[in-house]
Every structure is written in C-alpha cells, then in structure tokens.
C-alpha cells in the first residue's frame, strides 16, 4: 500500500524540476510547525517569507478535499498561496480569490514570488481593486480619438464579474470586424492597472495574425512591452508575449516557460487551436485562459456538419460554458454579425447566386474542407488548354491519355471565363461609381493562377480607361495589375508585400487567394467577395464572408456583396438579402435542375436523364470520374457563352458537344 512518503518523493522531484533546491530550508522547509500543526512543505520567496503550503496526500486520496485543512496552515504561517498534491495530482489554491484548480506541475520560486508581489499591489480585494480603474469612454488609437462602443463596455464588465466570481475560463465570441485583438487589448491594460495580471501570453496559429496582435498592443499597451517569440528563438522578455502555438510549445519547461510563468493565456480563434498538442500547450498554463473567436457558433448559419457541431462544443466546454442540460453553449460575451450590422458597427451585405459546378466536380472532400482535384489541379494553363491547334502535339506526346478528359479541360477554361464574365457583368453598375477591392476565394495554386491572367485579359478596354482615370495609372499598368495571386507561394514563399500592395496601393484590385486571406485579414475597403472555394463548414464559410463585414467611412462603404459561384451561401442558409442585378444565373447542384427540353425530362450529352437532385442538407458530395458524361452536363448549364462567343440554348450545345467529342477521338486514333 502507498504512503505519504511515496507521494512526498514524487513531490520532492517536481520540486527540483521547478527549480527549487529542496535541501535549502531557505527555499523549502518540511514539517514547518504552525498554530495549528505542522506543514507538510513550506516554500519560501528570495527574503525566505512565506510564499506557499503544500499539503502532500498518499496516491489513494483526492488532494482537493485536504482544501480546509491545508488553509489553516497558509493562513497561520501568513502564507497566500496553497498546493494540494498526492504526488499524481496537483491543485493551485489562491484562497483569497477563487477557489483550487487543477495545475500539470510545480511553479517555479520566481514566478510564486512575482504573483505574490502582485497581489501586494491591489487596492483591497481583487473587487475594490477593479472598482478603482474607470471604464474608458474614449481612448487614443492609431493617431485616432475614439470613443468605446458599447459592446466594448458590456465585454469589459462582463470580463470583469466572470473574474470576480472566481471564474479562470472565459470565451468572447465576437463578429469579425468588431475589433476583438482591441478589445482584449482594453481588458488587459483594465487588468494591469488593477494588479490583476502582470504578464499575459497571446497565442495565434499563424506569424502573421502575431504581427498584426502586436501592432494592436503597441499602439494601446505602450506600457506595457509586447514581444514576438519565433520558432527556435529563446527569449522571456516582455510582459505580453505573442507567439504560435508551435514556437510557445518548443519552449516549454526547463529554463523555459514554467506552469506559473503567464497570469493570462488569450487564445485568437480559439475554436481551432484547443485539440492534440495545443490543447496540452494550454493547460501547461496556471493562468486565466480567454478565448477568442468571431465563429465557435456561426448561429445564423444553418449547420450540416456534425463534426463541426462537436467542434463548437468542445470549445465551449474547454471554456467552462457548456450548458449540458440545455445542450447549447454560453460565452462569458457574445456579440454576433447580425446584432453588430443592426447596431451600425458593421456592412450590410447583399448576396448574388451564380453557382457553377466548376469546384465540385473534381474536386474530392476532406472532412469539410475540399482537397484540389481535376478541375483545380491538373489544368496548368488557360493558353495551353485553350488552341485548339496545340490538341495533336499535345496527344502524341501522351500527356493526356484520356481525350474526353482533356476536352473537359478546355470547357473548364469556358467555365471560369464564364464566372468572371458574369462577374463583371453583375458588378459593372457599382464598378462605375468607384473600384472595389475584391478577394477571389480560389480552389488551388493552378487555378488561382489561369484566374489572375483571365481577370487580367477578359477586363474590358472600357474598364480599363476608366480605372486608371480613377485611380491616376496608366492603362497598362491596370492591366498588368488588376488581379494578383496571393498565396503562400506567391513572390517566393514571401507573399506579405502583395499582401500589403493590396491593402495599401490602387492595384491590385482583385485578390485571388487560396488559404490566405479567409481568416485574420482586415481590409475595410474590401467590398466584393467571389466565392469559388465550396466549403461544408460553417465556421469557414462564416470566416471568408467576414472579410468584407468592416465599414469604411473614407470610402463610403456601408455594404459588400458576396458573389457565390460555389454555393456556400445556399448551403447555410445565409440569411443575407438576395442581390439580383442583372440577373440569377444556373442551377445550383443542391436545388432542382432546369426544366429539359419539349418532352420536358433533362437533357444530357449521352441523352441520359439527369440525376435527382440531393435532399438538404446533403450528406455528400459526388466525385465525377474522368471520362463520366452523364454526370457532366450540371456544368455545361451555367455556360451561357459558346465557344464563338454567342449565347447558345441547351438543345444546340449538346449537339455540339456530340461533334467535338467525335471530332477529338477522331484525332486520337490519327495519332
């Protein structure tokens, strides 16, 4: 059977790794005596006070029923710290201010005695301390005096009684573009001033959202120094320490950052970032752990993915806001898209649908997410696919074997300058007024790449003029530069200047993005959303649409418009206001197809009855093979342009597509 003792060597051993020298009894005294018996440990600070009592139990008992018994000790020996422990299991007791909680080791002496000194600092309770810092009602920001907005206030005051209440987990979902970095920023100088915390670690999942946290903090916490931490680069420097979740991990535990070292985690998008080792990364952390978030629940949104059901679940429950008797999570703060555009905080947004099939066919699905395939991959080049004079060279050197394949391949390159024509045509009322800059959610690095030169060569001599009137270039140069790629590949692996050239120079006015720009961004001139990437998460879905969500007074953008080639809109059931110039344009592969011709059945290439459509929400996705006919004919709905450029009705392009089908065997039997 176990004893004490067994437990006490495991104790004694955490100790040494936290780095205290259990054999100075200037450090860590046993067996300390107190009015009320004797103390299992006593830690003590660098003048030899009192810092913490550990009460150390055999493994077969809970520590945290030891709670009463271990604070008459603390109390006696003037001690503001209690650790319960059974050598397996851990509680940190601040009994002044909350009650025990679980830690995954022993803190360091340094960060025992920095605690300690903090609470020095407070002006009474942790209450009265809070009571004493107003609430601002403008404040100075980027050059800029604004005022708080009421959101702001409801957050800080939430924040504010969720802690006094003792609570160490709390989750703000805010609307992208209602300033969520900057409103932390507010509730950590509040808690500074109030000898709350003294040092606060922001974890983000990209580089470039730690760039953009910093910005924010050295504006707003000038105070209070911010650091960035890379991978590979030891440093503990700063009261605010921003990093990946990567770089923190690599830094964890000797002569790293000990289970006390930060008084409050904020985790940016937190949804994603609370699982395998990041979820082990923060409960590394005795700390109050805030999360952040504009989409753990998109509740506008209709959901049709239940993996991504028990993904907001979870997150609630990380965050101690789980209601399991009603099923439904409650954050500490909420303030959702729909209530932020009511209140006048964010854009309006219209929606125009347009689907085309050109991303689902071809493309295989990854959980909620889609994994390039045919259409998105394998198409290198728009000039090469698209003359029909390279067709034999390209056949005799077999780099298509499958004709009918490669013939998709060219009516690919119809599709997307379908999609962009239809753009154009849809936007050309608002284009006059002024340039909208617009973000192209690709599929793929080959796609992204044949839609930045289309935009470029299908924008009209018109157009052309009269951007380059507006925005003092010349025409080549709009030409040249009307849409760009940004990607992670783009100019080197180092896209941050066209990142940069978008958000602060005339051209680009088209991003086409892949996996770069739907989360994080903020550009408030962006006012065109092009949606081609399909998506069966909501919290993605939820994330592109809020790129274009922020006002932007110096424009007059009061509203965006989401042009949806993809069908996401539909497949959550945006609740956005239809945008119908000039006009609605194919048939969605969720709803019902055209009516076919006189006999009235759907018409195929092969002359085969169009497939039923699938019953909402649909479970699936179809993958298309290469070489299936009959499942191909959804794409050629939405072509309303023919090769000659003349609009063309379903009955003629299916006798055409006869032709050219023959015609390119034909060619393939020559070779």
């Known amino acids: 059977m176990s004893t004490e003792a067994d437990a006490r060597m495991l104790i004694d051993k955490l100790l040494e790794a936290a780095g205290w020298v259990i054999t100075n009894k200037a450090q860590v005294s046993t067996e300390e005596a107190s009015s009320d018996g004797r103390a299992d440990y006593l830690l003590k600070d660098s003048r030899t006070r009192p810092l913490a009592v550990i009460e150390a139990k055999r493994f077969a008992v809970d520590p945290y029923t030891a709670k009463e018994h271990a604070r008459d000790y603390a109390q006696s020996l003037d001690a503001p710290f209690i650790i319960l422990s059974n050598g397996q299991e851990h509680y940190f007791w601040d009994y002044a201010d909350g009650d025990a909680r679980p830690i995954m080791g022993m803190p360091s002496q340094a960060d025992l005695e920095r605690r300690a000194n903090i609470k020095i600092h407070r002006k009474g309770s942790l209450q009265e301390s809070l009571s004493l810092i107003p609430y601002p009602s403008c404040f100075i920001f980027k050059g800029e005096e604004l005022e708080t907005r009421p959101y702001q206030l409801e957050c800080l005051k939430k924040a504010d009684d969720a802690l006094i209440s003792g609570r160490r987990r709390m989750l703000f979902e805010m609307a992208t573009g209602t300033g969520k970095t900057l409103t932390i920023a507010m509730l950590m100088k509040r808690w500074f001033q109030a000898a709350v915390v003294s040092r606060v670690l922001f974890l983000v999942d990209r580089i470039e959202l730690a760039k953009q946290a910093k910005e ?25 320490v921003v990093g990946t979740f990567d770089t923190i991990a690599s830094q964890l535990g000797p002569n790293g950052f000990g289970h006390t070292y930060f008084d409050l985690v904020v985790t940016d998008e937190c949804h994603r970032s609370i699982y395998n080792t990041h979820r082990a990364t923060l409960g590394h952390f005795d700390a109050i752990h805030i999360g952040l978030t504009a989409t753990p629940n998109p509740g506008e ?19 101690d806001c789980w209601d399991a008797a009603k099923k439904e999570g409650r954050p500490t703060f909420e303030y959702g898209i729909q209530r932020a555009i009511n209140d006048g905080f964010l854009s309006n947004y219209q929606i125009y649908h347009a689907e085309s099939v050109l991303t689902y066919e071809g493309a295989e699905w990854e959980g909620e997410e889609i994994k390039p395939g ?44 379908t999609i962009i024509q239809e753009y154009f045509a849809a936007d050309a009322e608002r284009a006059k007024e002024r340039p909208r800059k617009t973000i192209v959610f690709a599929v793929s690095e080959k796609q992204a790449s044949i839609l930045v030169r289309l935009f470029n060569r299908l924008l009209s001599d018109g157009d052309c003029l009269r951007i380059a009137r507006q925005i003092n270039r010349s025409p080549s140069q709009v030409r040249q530069d009307y849409a760009k790629k940004i990607t992670c590949y783009t100019n080197n692996g180092n896209p941050r200047p066209i ?50 969500s922020r006002l932007c007074p110096r424009i007059g953008k009061t509203e965006f418009i989401i042009y949806d080639f993809a069908g996401n809109t539909k497949r959550f059931n945006d609740p956005g206001e239809a945008y119908h110039k000039p006009r609605i344009v194919g048939a969605a592969p969720d709803t019902t197809p055209f009516p076919g011709d006189d006999d009235g059945s759907e018409i195929t290439p092969d002359g085969l009855p169009e497939p039923q459509p699938y019953p909402e929400p649909r479970p699936d996705f179809l993958f298309i093979k290469e070489g299936s006919l009959d499942d191909e004919i959804r794409a050629r709905e939405i072509i309303l342009v023919g090769p000659e450029g003349l609009a063309i009705d379903r009955k003629i392009y299916r006798e055409k597509w006869e032709e050219k089908v023959i015609e390119l065997r034909k060619i393939r039997a020559l070779c």
């Not at 903090?217 to 503990?236: E, Q």
């Open 301 to 319: 949104l209709r959901w049709i993915s239940e993996h991504e059901r028990r993904l907001v679940r979870n997150t609630y429950i990380f965050f």
């Open 216 to 240: 924010t903090f050295d504006d707003y916490l000038r105070d209070w120094p911010a650091v960035i931490l890379y991978g590979g680069k030891r440093s503990l420097e700063g009261q605010i």
């Open 374 to 417: 045919a259409w998105g991959r394998d198409v290198e080049s728009e000039d090469r696919l698209n003359r029909h004079g390279r067709i034999q060279n390209i056949l005799a050197t077999h780099e298509y074997e499958n004709t009918d394949w490669f013939f998709y391949m060219v009516l690919y390159v119809f599709m997307v300058k």
């Open 499 to 548: 990142i940069d050239q978008f958000k602060y120079d005339p051209l680009p006015l088209v991003a086409v993005s892949v996996d770069m720009l739907d989360m994080g961004y903020d550009h408030k001139e962006v006012e065109n959303l092009v949606m081609l990437r399909p998506t069966r998460s909501a919290i993605k879905y939820a994330q592109m649409r809020d790129r274009g």
